[in-house]
């Protein structure tokens, strides 16, 4: 879960002392909002509001207010009245500061109902204000709320730049609340992009802050990521405590908000270790929880997971129901809102009138009662008079906001048409790119395996032909000679098959610490009769005494055996390899070298690619798919690693790979 933290300090006011501070202050700063925990202090904001006699404070506490409805108690319809009441009333005394986070505050609450394009639009104009006044922390929770939403349009790139912006605004000003906020999302970013240490890591920096700091519903939210994570690397047994304390954390402090997501991988790592009955019932809290909430991407996540959890009982068709409800829902996320639109915007202008009105009736009776009593017969009279003015005001604001927000209702419309368009753009770019591929794999299955066809087909009719007059020495000769063919054809499949399965994400990588030094020696070892063979001469040094590897054992066997044989294939004879193990960077580093014809320009870049044709060619008739390079920086990169080629033409070629040290 993404933390769309304010960016308030950590309790200065109990709720009494609240109370007095919002009654008197008027100043016009408001950047940065109180973080509220407790119903206590939401009533405290309550009376704040109807007893203001500053905008500037009924503004202030209105936005603190809608945050607390919105992050702690889930009311997202709540919050968003309060957010526009406070930006209409500072708009009316032009109060830049109090617009800028009542405009930051409804594109949080938004963002949490799913509705992304309006949400960004309102961040980016908070952003924008904010810029504007000069206000750091401002800037820093809005660049905070637009990374959110690249993140859920699955742009990781765009969010982690816009987390990190924040998180450098952050500790510049020294909000170590906000800090881990932002050190919280940048760990999410990673953690969809699959680089799970280092989301372990920001997630853990995180935590140690917001127990300083009592923030307990940052502690929650951390350890509901931390859980996540441990989910997806299997490991369920290490997951589930930090899911439990998140729970506990979660229901002890009333942070609904957070409930459904901690519920729903309860459910997943019970899932994962097959107690499918403990799963369901945790999937089910969390789809009634989201349901109660109208939290739709809860709805969504706990639809999915009853749908698997029902499969995996044999509940077909209950599995079945589950993931058409599901589907449905996530239609909804993008229509439902072009659908109610109007109608919505409508029932929320008017809530907010009639809050508004019950405020403001309510403070001037505290106020105005001993001079009513006095002057009951002129107030009578005013009065009248006021509302026939006031009348004639409403009636004309009413229609200038009417049309306002029509043409806000067509921009926002333009805006998710161009997004539309994107988005085909970028499947039809797609769609070409897998054509491409589907030709090239077609190309190869058509080339590379028709000639070891015929041969075989060849050799196989000979022998059944003339066998009785073929020498046994010839029999054996032939089917050696076939069988060579055959193994050249399983090579060709079983790349074109690794390719495939590493982009579709199919090969499962068991991530452990070992020592690498025995596989670069098996490896050296396999290759040494081949490069025989060819007079060329294979040496091995190993320049560490510790070469102990985070990584998966059978990839990087299979990384050493694709580079070594490489180096054999492309060398000329009578020529040397050399293989080294040194350390480099905090890692371990395997250098081949060979002294062969070396890779232009122009090849390097396109020298990792699927079906590579270089220049050079191997130098014994021996034969390449151009998927086995592909095939090595895909694992490399998967172990978080990194593979380089250094060369220069006709001088030889040196393939690089760093793999973390354990």
Same mark, same amino acid.
């Given at each position: 879960?993404?933390?769309?933290?304010?960016?308030?300090?950590?309790?200065?006011?109990?709720?009494?002392?609240?109370?007095?501070?919002?009654?008197?202050?008027?100043?016009?700063?408001?950047?940065?909002?109180?973080?509220?925990?407790?119903?206590?202090?939401?009533?405290?904001?309550?009376?704040?509001?109807?007893?203001?006699?500053?905008?500037?404070?009924?503004?202030?506490?209105?936005?603190? =207010?809608?945050?607390?409805?919105?992050?702690?108690?889930?009311?997202?319809?709540?919050?968003?009245?309060?957010?526009?009441?406070?930006?209409?009333?500072?708009?009316?005394?032009?109060?830049?500061?109090?617009?800028?986070?009542?405009?930051?505050?409804?594109?949080l609450?938004?963002?949490?109902?799913?509705?992304?394009?309006?949400?960004?639009?309102y961040?980016?104009?908070?952003?924008?204000?904010?810029?504007?006044?000069?206000?750091?922390?401002?800037?820093?929770?809005?660049?905070?709320?637009?990374?959110?939403?690249?993140?859920?349009?699955?742009?990781?790139?765009?969010?982690?730049?816009?987390?990190?912006?924040?998180?450098?605004?952050?500790?510049?000003?020294?909000?170590?609340?906000?800090?881990?906020?932002?050190?919280?999302?940048?760990?999410?970013?990673?953690?969809?992009?699959?680089?799970?240490?280092?989301?372990?890591?920001?997630?853990? /920096?995180?935590?140690?802050?917001?127990?300083?700091?009592?923030?307990?519903?940052?502690?929650?939210?951390?350890?509901?990521?931390?859980?996540?994570?441990?989910?997806?690397?299997?490991?369920?047994?290490?997951?589930?405590?930090?899911?439990?304390?998140?729970?506990?954390?979660?229901?002890e402090?009333?942070?609904?908000?957070?409930?459904?997501?901690?519920?729903?991988?309860?459910?997943?790592?019970?899932?994962?270790?097959?107690?499918?009955?403990?799963?369901?019932?945790?999937?089910?809290?969390?789809?009634?929880?989201?349901?109660?909430?109208?939290?739709?991407?809860?709805?969504?996540?706990?639809?999915?997971?009853?749908?698997?959890?029902?499969?995996? =009982?044999?509940?077909?068709k209950?599995?079945?129901?589950?993931?058409q409800?599901?589907?449905?829902? *996530?239609?909804?996320?993008?229509?439902?809102?072009?659908?109610?639109?109007?109608?919505?915007?409508?029932?929320?202008?008017?809530?907010?009138?009639?809050?508004?009105?019950?405020?403001?009736?309510q403070?001037?009776?505290?106020?105005?009662t001993?001079?009513?009593?006095?002057l009951?017969?002129i107030?009578?009279?005013?009065?009248?008079?006021?509302?026939?003015?006031?009348?004639?005001?409403?009636?004309?604001?009413r229609?200038?906001a009417?049309?306002?927000?029509?043409?806000?209702?067509?921009?926002?419309?333009?805006?998710?048409?161009?997004?539309?368009?994107?988005?085909?753009?970028?499947?039809?770019?797609?769609?070409?790119?897998?054509?491409?591929?589907?030709?090239?794999?077609?190309?190869?299955?058509?080339?590379?395996?028709?000639?070891?066809?015929?041969s075989?087909?060849?050799?196989?009719?000979?022998?059944?032909?003339?066998?009785?007059?073929?020498?046994?020495? *010839?029999?054996?000769?032939?089917?050696?000679?076939?069988?060579?063919?055959?193994?050249?054809?399983?090579?060709?499949?079983?790349?074109?098959?690794?390719?495939?399965?590493?982009?579709?994400?199919?090969i499962?990588?068991?991530?452990?610490?070992?020592?690498?030094?025995? =596989?670069?020696?098996?490896? $050296?070892?396999?290759?040494?009769?081949?490069?025989?063979?060819?007079?060329?001469?294979?040496?091995?040094?190993?320049?560490?005494?510790?070469?102990?590897?985070?990584?998966?054992?059978?990839?990087?066997?299979?990384?050493?055996?694709?580079?070594?044989?490489n180096? $054999? *294939?492309?060398?000329p004879?009578?020529?040397?390899?050399?293989?080294?193990? *040194?350390?480099?960077?905090?890692?371990?580093?395997?250098?081949?070298?060979?002294?062969?014809?070396?890779?232009?320009?122009?090849?390097?870049?396109?020298?990792?690619? /699927?079906?590579?044709?270089?220049?050079?060619?191997?130098?014994?008739?021996?034969?390449?798919?151009? =998927?086995?390079?592909?095939?090595v /920086?895909?694992?490399?990169?998967?172990?978080?690693?990194?593979v380089?080629?250094?060369?220069?033409?006709? /001088?030889?070629?040196?393939f690089?790979?760093?793999?973390?040290?354990?």
């Open positions: 879960m993404n933390r769309t933290t304010t960016n308030g300090a950590s309790f200065y006011y109990s709720h009494l002392a609240l109370l007095l501070v919002c009654a008197l202050c008027a100043s016009t700063h408001l950047s940065a909002q109180t973080i509220i925990q407790t119903p206590e202090q939401a009533d405290s904001l309550r009376r704040v509001i109807a007893a203001a006699t500053h905008d500037t404070t009924r503004v202030r506490a209105m936005n603190e =207010l809608a945050w607390y409805l919105s992050e702690v108690k889930g009311d997202n319809a709540a919050a968003l009245v309060q957010a526009h009441g406070a930006r209409e009333i500072a708009e009316r005394g032009n109060f830049r500061m109090g617009i800028a986070a009542a405009l930051k505050n409804i594109g609450v938004l963002f949490r109902q799913g509705k992304y394009v309006e949400a960004l639009e961040n980016l104009q908070s952003l924008r204000m904010f810029e504007e006044l000069g206000d750091k922390k401002g800037i820093a929770g809005s660049l905070n709320n637009i990374a959110n939403v690249y993140y859920s349009f699955g742009k990781y790139a765009e969010a982690l730049q816009y987390f990190t912006q924040s998180l450098h605004i952050r500790e510049k000003l020294g909000n170590k609340e906000a800090i881990a906020g932002s050190l919280s999302n940048i760990a999410i970013v990673y953690e969809a992009l699959g680089n799970y240490p280092n989301a372990l890591t920001y997630h853990f /920096k995180s935590v140690q802050i917001d127990k300083e700091l009592g923030n307990q519903s940052g502690i929650a939210s951390s350890l509901n990521n931390i859980g996540s994570i441990l989910n997806k690397q299997g490991k369920f047994d290490e997951a589930q405590p930090y899911l439990g304390q998140s729970l506990q954390l979660s229901t402090f009333g942070f609904i908000g957070l409930l459904p997501e901690t519920l729903n991988l309860l459910a997943l790592s019970y899932r994962g270790q097959s107690k499918f009955d403990s799963a369901l019932q945790f999937s089910s809290r969390s789809l009634v929880l989201a349901d109660s909430l109208g939290e739709q991407l809860a709805i969504k996540e706990a639809l999915n997971e009853l749908a698997i959890i029902m499969d995996s =009982l044999g509940r077909h209950e599995s079945l129901r589950y993931l409800r599901s589907i449905a829902v *996530k239609d909804s996320l993008i229509n439902l809102e072009n659908l109610n639109k109007t109608s919505q915007l409508k029932e929320l202008y008017e809530a907010e009138k009639r809050e508004q009105q019950i405020a403001l009736q403070s001037e009776l505290s106020r105005k001993i001079i009513q009593l006095i009951i017969g107030l009578v009279a005013a009065v009248g008079l006021a509302f026939w003015f006031r009348s004639l005001y409403q009636n004309k604001n229609a200038n009417e049309i306002l927000r029509q043409q806000q209702t067509l921009e926002n419309q333009a805006m998710e048409i161009e997004l539309a368009n994107t988005t085909l753009h970028e499947r039809n770019v797609l769609l070409e790119e897998l054509d491409r591929e589907k030709n090239e794999f077609l190309g190869i299955a058509a080339h590379d395996l028709k000639n070891p066809l015929a075989i087909r060849v050799t196989a009719s000979m022998l059944q032909r003339y066998g009785g007059q073929v020498t046994p020495e *010839k029999q054996h000769e032939s089917l050696e000679r076939i069988l060579l063919v055959v193994e050249r054809m399983m090579t060709i499949i079983t790349n074109l098959l690794d390719i495939n399965t590493l982009e579709r994400r199919g499962q990588f068991v991530i452990r610490n070992f020592d690498i030094a025995p =596989l670069v020696e098996a490896a $050296v070892q396999q290759y040494r009769a081949p490069a025989e063979a060819k007079q060329i001469a294979l040496h091995l040094s190993i320049e560490m005494d510790s070469s102990v590897v985070l990584a998966d054992e059978q990839s990087v066997t299979q990384v050493l055996d694709n580079l070594i044989s180096a $054999v *294939k492309y060398s004879h009578g020529k040397n390899i050399f293989v080294r193990l *040194k350390a480099s960077n905090g890692g371990v580093r395997v250098e081949v070298q060979d002294e062969g014809q070396g890779i232009s320009q122009d090849d390097r870049k396109k020298l990792f690619g /699927k079906f590579a044709r270089l220049t050079a060619r191997p130098t014994g008739g021996e034969h390449s798919t151009g =998927l086995g390079l592909s095939i /920086k895909k694992m490399v990169e998967a172990m978080n690693g990194t380089w080629c250094e060369s220069e033409l006709g /001088k030889g070629a040196t690089i790979v760093e793999l973390p040290r354990y």
